[in-house]
């Protein structure tokens, strides 16, 4: 698959909207002058970005500090709500987190990242950083490089290629061959780990959705504390009901309609 096409003419007033959201998104609650200072941008430009933001509601104003709009939540879930396999995941994802007894994601594939759609939590789950909506590189999570693994391999080449290894913990893999010759291993058994490399600490096994062509579109992954999620458990209990789990999960997105 070729990169998709890129603008040669992009809308700077556009594009000076989004820095504003992004940033907004990154640190709620920024003033004028402080976004000023962030940003190069004038400061009469993002006056009247912001302005237009509010006035339209994607934007709300209090003691002169701007945050996003909750106006934003409904745009993501109709987004979330394009996801065919969504509905039929979520409902696994919750029984499979009651079984384990740790944290559950689902998440699409969307261009070269992983979007966490949603998380179902067990009894002893492990708090992190992590967030529904957000964007990871796929080498960094274990249902991302599921993903990765069943793609053609050109493809990953191209997505690595444009995205890069950024590493997150020092055992994030950052060398592309070392990084294929696990997707190899991952292809053979059908499921890919996560070994502190997206968090120190934690550990996960994960394996990818694909549609009917067998394409992957999204990944359930099973995560937990290293001191906990190890040994038999990580490396055969859990990648057993995960992989029971992404079989339901197929066989209702195949025949679903058809039952």
Not at 72 to 97: E, K, P, T, Y
């Amino acid at each position: 698959m070729s990169e998709r096409p890129r603008s040669n003419r992009p809308v700077t007033t556009t594009e000076s909207s989004i820095r504003i959201l992004q940033r907004l998104k990154d640190n709620p609650g920024r003033t004028l002058d402080e976004l000023t200072e962030e940003l190069d941008i004038a400061r009469s430009t993002i006056h009247r970005h912001l302005l237009t933001l509010e006035d339209n509601d994607f934007l709300f104003r209090e003691d002169g500090r701007f945050y996003l709009s909750l106006r934003l939540l409904d745009f993501g879930i109709s987004a979330r709500d394009r996801i065919s396999f969504f509905d039929v995941a979520r409902r696994q994802v919750d029984r499979l987190a009651e079984e384990t007894g740790e944290k559950v994601w689902l998440v699409a594939k969307e261009g070269d990242y992983s979007v966490h759609l949603y998380k179902a939590s067990g009894a002893s789950p492990l708090e992190t950083s992590a967030r529904v909506g957000q964007r990871r590189n796929l080498h960094q999570l274990a249902a991302g490089k599921a993903i990765l693994a069943y793609l053609p391999e050109a493809e990953s080449r191209e997505i690595i290629e444009r995205q890069g290894l950024k590493e997150v913990t020092e055992q994030t893999i950052t060398d592309s061959e070392a990084l294929f010759e696990e997707l190899a291993k991952i292809r053979e058994r059908g499921y890919a780990f996560n070994l502190g490399e997206s968090i120190e600490g934690l550990n996960a096994v994960g394996a990818p959705i694909r549609d009917e062509e067998g394409v992957p579109v999204g990944g359930i992954s099973i995560s937990g504390p290293a001191n906990r999620v190890k040994g038999s458990l990580l490396r055969d209990e859990l990648p057993d009901k995960l992989l029971a789990t992404i079989d339901e999960i197929h066989i209702n997105i195949r025949y679903g309609n058809s039952t």
